[in-house]
């Protein structure tokens, strides 16, 4: 390890890096604070760019980062802002397209090294997403490595033109992963109490309400679900742009579906949950994917992206779009608590194949020392 990745010796300046993020997903954002922790903690010094909301719901001051307010846009102003806090940056690392994209336009002109990580697809349709397209291969090709959190967002960023793409670790972060809760089977009756779920069985969803979730598939699949006895009741926790347009759905058509909203209560659901369900049209590193095995709850899926690599053999996987095939596998599962139990074991036994905080902290560490150290004489 370079001596300027480590707690520096006398006479050494510390390595000083800037994180970018755009404010963007939960998993991005835990995995900056992760990751700023962990580099922190090796004496590298960390400046967290990101919208004030992100720090404060992240706390990057709290684990000894220092914060930047840089707004989740481009324009001049955000962009002058974040080209003043990269002035004395010995490695910019940005995470996500669009905060990649307005740290290649801060670094223009500059010679300070740019890391990107990709850990999810940006969606668009009709002209934003060619929009997108030309975002993406201006982001590869100016960055010196992109970290992709799965094989095909790797093999997305070699087609688009990148120099150095490769599988980037990431540790699902301890604060993310369901603790062990205290006396589960008191608080079960209460949280199905409290969803209308009592007597009957839990399915829950997780993520923002956006086309790409494929909640309209979930929502076809639940018309089979009404001739179950007892009904079981589909929650839905998250909120977006899809929410009237969903809830319009579920009244309309007398669904056993709730939107609950943006819960911060998750672990607890998904205690109360008999499956969780992901009916992602695509998907890296899911978090409730992640969660649902570390808690051994079940886990039915959409085999898309990198969710058969983190998976393995610890969920059910269906095809993305196809409604009969995810109500005939939850009905399935529901009358198969043997099975259940299976996925349920299998859970911890596939998260413990994941990489950890420390792992992906020091993969990143290597990456900086490449492109930091100087080049020895010829």
């Known amino acids: 390890m370079s001596p300027l990745s480590s ?3 006398h006479g050494q300046q510390p390595l000083r890096t800037v994180q970018v993020l755009g404010g963007g997903n939960a998993g991005s954002s835990a995995h900056v604070r992760s990751l700023a922790e962990g580099l922190v903690a090796r004496g590298v010094r960390v400046t967290v760019c990101a919208p004030v909301e992100a720090d404060r719901a992240y706390d990057f001051t709290g684990v000894g980062a220092e914060h930047v307010h840089v707004p989740r846009s481009s324009d001049p102003v955000a962009v002058a802002a974040l080209r003043t806090a990269c002035a004395n940056a010995d490695l910019v690392h940005a995470h996500g397209l669009h905060a990649s994209f307005r740290a290649v336009l801060a670094l223009s002109g500059r010679r300070t090294p740019l890391v990107v990580t990709w850990h999810n697809r940006a969606w668009a349709e009709g002209p934003r ?3 997108l397209r030309v975002l993406e291969r201006r982001v590869v090709r100016t960055a010196a490595v992109v970290l992709g959190t799965s094989p095909d967002l790797v093999a997305r960023a070699r087609e688009t033109g990148a120099r150095d793409a490769r599988l980037g670790a990431v540790g699902l972060p301890g604060q993310r992963r369901p603790a062990v809760l ?7 009756p209460k949280v199905l109490a409290e ?4 007597g009957r069985p839990l399915l829950l969803a997780v993520g923002s309400l956006e086309r790409h979730r494929g909640y309209d598939v979930l929502l076809d699949a639940a018309r089979a679900w009404r001739d179950l006895v007892p009904v079981p009741l589909v929650v839905i926790a ?3 742009p899809l929410r009237p347009e969903l809830q319009r759905r579920i009244e309309d058509e007398d669904l056993p579906v ?3 909203g943006h819960r911060d209560d998750v672990p607890q659901l998904l205690a109360a949950a008999d499956l969780a369900l992901l009916t992602s049209r695509w998907e890296s590193r899911s978090v409730l994917a992640q969660e649902a095995l570390y808690a051994r709850v079940p886990l039915v899926a959409t085999r898309v992206g990198g969710i058969p690599d983190l998976v393995g053999d610890a969920a ?3 095809p993305y779009g196809d409604p009969e095939a995810l109500a005939a596998t939850v009905v399935r599962l529901l009358a198969d608590p043997e099975r259940r139990e299976e996925l349920a074991a299998a859970g911890p036994r596939q998260a413990a194949s994941w990489p950890t905080e420390d792992e992906t ?3 990143v560490l290597s990456v900086y020392d490449e492109l930091t150290q100087p080049t020895p004489l010829a």
Request: net charge negative.
């Open 182 to 188: 205290d006396d589960p089977d008191r608080l079960r």
């Open 238 to 240: 998250g909120e977006g």
């Open 361 to 363: 902290v020091a993969q």
């Open 258 to 260: 709730r939107l609950v």
């Open 316 to 318: 059910e996987l269906v």
């Open 129 to 131: 997403a060619h929009l």
């Open 7 to 9: 707690n520096a010796p």
């Open 195 to 198: 969803l209308g779920a009592t």
